[in-house]
């Protein structure tokens, strides 16, 4: 099926119980007794230690990385008759890809500079129109999973595409019987057949039909079953769907559920407060270089859910966030505490705010020196890492020498922490335990990719630098025009 060139569509990118978890199912299942105690290092700030570690022996977790959803994906996990009533990806007159959804009257597409990866820099604001033009890594499983192991990286959690970062493009469809199906369809896909045949290189996560808190609820417990316990939440669901903002009583049958199951929630940037820009005439560069903060905002909202008191197990991940302005937000509301707790009627529980986020949230970089050399002033058991691969901020295939230029002057325990054993205790997640340590470490995952083709390789699509006035820097309007030839 062809579209219309000029068609309006969606952009999916706009805008107390304590109880243990039941056993793990399904895909991924951690035993306690078998963890190795080093993936975890116990608590030591000690800067004196002596630092044996060099790169090739890190163990690298990424917290944020993301899919581009393949043609076939929903093949395999719905019936023929429910696939026609499911979005299609499809070529316009001009060859550009889209995601075309005709029982709901709705297009997306991939977007975001996004899946850059593998060009020259001087490409990294052209976006790809197809997935002919992206690097196969992006959206065959088998072949990411060679890209992870040239960048060392052994697990990450992957977000979606097409659907938003959320998926909050499933969210206003008409139809939300079959939008639950399509919903479940998509979990099926990515568990069992992106994460499935990769046991320990993934991190499971789920996208939630959260239209209907019932319904959400529903999905939840059934990839539960299926041994998943990460899922996506927007960072402000006020921005991000019209719906009602985490404060609000509507939640708190998912707040409870992932308590109890010890259910990671992910809250990409992205998916609540805008990141803003100056004006239409400012340096794209400006953006993209104060883009990471904008999740602040998300974050001290977070930080002030009343829920993070009645339930210890709540969990919130900020991912591609960056650490380095942590230290002053939570400096900024212990202040507020102590000045204006008279009169704000803000409860903590008798701790400290600082305290609350270094107990209920993770945190992640992909370059920030500034943090990882004030660890303690964010907390050591907070700090990941994230490669944002396939986007335009993700270093691959240098992955691991430019994580190693961030951490290295670290003592050893606290790499260990940062590379991977904070994720793996947020997320109970214990990869080592199923593939063995000595296959996990930068360079016995390198080693296996001796025969990946790595080269720089220029591809089409559209290009911002061709917008505007070739004598200045490239504009927000400019990415802005780019962006809005393909709509």
């Given at each position: 099926m062809r579209i219309k060139w000029g068609e309006e569509f969606?952009?999916?990118?706009?805008?107390?119980?304590?109880?243990?978890?039941?056993?793990?199912?399904?895909?991924?299942?951690?035993?306690?007794?078998?963890?190795?105690?080093?993936?975890?290092?116990?608590?030591?700030?000690?800067?004196?230690?002596?630092?044996?570690?060099?790169?090739n022996?890190?163990?690298?977790?990424?917290?944020?990385?993301?899919?581009?959803?393949?043609?076939?994906?929903?093949?395999?996990?719905?019936?023929?008759?429910?696939?026609?009533?499911?979005?299609?990806?499809?070529?316009?007159?001009?060859?550009?890809?889209?995601?075309?959804?005709?029982?709901?009257?709705?297009?997306?597409?991939?977007?975001?500079?996004?899946?850059?990866?593998?060009?020259?820099?001087?490409?990294?604001?052209?976006?790809?129109?197809?997935?002919?033009?992206?690097?196969?890594?992006?959206?065959?499983?088998?072949?990411h999973i060679d890209d992870m192991n040239v960048g060392g990286i052994l697990c990450s959690v992957n977000f979606p595409s097409f659907p938003g970062f959320a998926g909050n493009w499933f969210w206003n469809a008409k139809d939300k019987v079959n939008a639950e199906r399509v919903v479940s369809a998509y979990n099926d896909w990515h568990i069992d057949e992106w994460c499935g045949p990769y046991k320990g290189r993934y991190i499971p996560t789920a996208i939630l039909p959260l239209w209907d808190i019932p319904t959400a609820l529903?999905?939840?417990?059934?990839?539960?079953?299926?041994?998943?316990?990460?899922?996506?939440?927007?960072?402000?669901?006020?921005?991000?769907?019209?719906?009602?903002s985490v404060h609000n009583e509507v939640w708190e049958p998912l707040w409870a559920l992932c308590n109890d199951e010890h259910v990671v929630l992910n809250c990409h940037i992205g998916t609540g407060q805008p990141a803003a820009y100056a004006s239409d005439e400012s340096p794209i560069s400006a953006w993209i270089a104060s883009l990471p903060m904008a999740i602040g905002v998300d974050a001290a909202d977070l930080l002030h859910l009343r829920a993070l008191l009645r339930y210890p197990n709540l969990k919130f991940s900020l991912s591609e966030g960056g650490i380095g302005w942590i230290p002053y937000l939570l400096e900024r509301t212990d202040f507020t505490y102590r000045h204006h707790g008279a009169w704000v009627r803000c409860d903590w529980g008798g701790k400290l705010p600082s305290e609350v986020f270094r107990e209920h949230f993770l945190s992640c970089f992909i370059e920030d020196k500034f943090g990882c050399q004030n660890y303690k002033a964010i907390g050591e058991d907070i700090i990941a890492y994230e490669c944002d691969y396939p986007h335009s901020d993700c270093t691959w295939p240098n992955v691991a020498e430019e994580l190693w230029d961030n951490v290295k002057d670290l003592p050893d325990p606290i790499i260990n922490k940062i590379t991977h054993g904070n994720v793996f205790k947020f997320f109970e997640f214990d990869p080592v335990?199923?593939?063995?340590?000595?296959?996990?470490?930068?360079?016995?995952?390198?080693?296996?990719?001796?025969?990946?083709?790595t080269a720089v390789r220029s591809q089409g699509g559209r290009d911002a630098r061709v917008e505007g006035d070739m004598t200045r820097p490239v504009t927000t309007a400019d990415v802005q025009k780019t962006m809005g030839a393909r709509v």
């Open positions: 969606d952009d999916p990118l706009a805008g107390s119980r304590t109880g243990r978890a039941a056993p793990r199912l399904g895909l991924i299942q951690i035993k306690a007794a078998k963890t190795d105690a080093s993936l975890i290092p116990a608590d030591s700030t000690a800067d004196e230690e002596t630092q044996a570690m060099k790169m022996d890190m163990i690298i977790a990424s917290v944020d990385d993301h899919i581009i959803e393949p043609p076939t994906m929903f093949d395999q996990h719905l019936s023929a008759e429910h696939r026609k009533l499911a979005p299609q990806y499809v070529l316009d007159d001009r060859g550009d890809a889209r995601w075309w959804w005709e029982h709901e009257q709705k297009m997306s597409y991939n977007g975001g500079l996004n899946a850059v990866v593998g060009r020259p820099k001087e490409e990294y604001g052209m976006e790809p129109a197809n997935i002919e033009q992206m690097r196969k890594g992006t959206w065959n499983p088998k072949l529903r999905e939840l417990k059934r990839v539960i079953k299926k041994g998943c316990r990460s899922v996506i939440f927007p960072s402000n669901p006020v921005n991000c769907g019209g719906m009602p335990a199923i593939l063995g340590r000595e296959n996990c470490t930068v360079g016995a995952l390198r080693a296996q990719a001796q025969h990946v083709d």
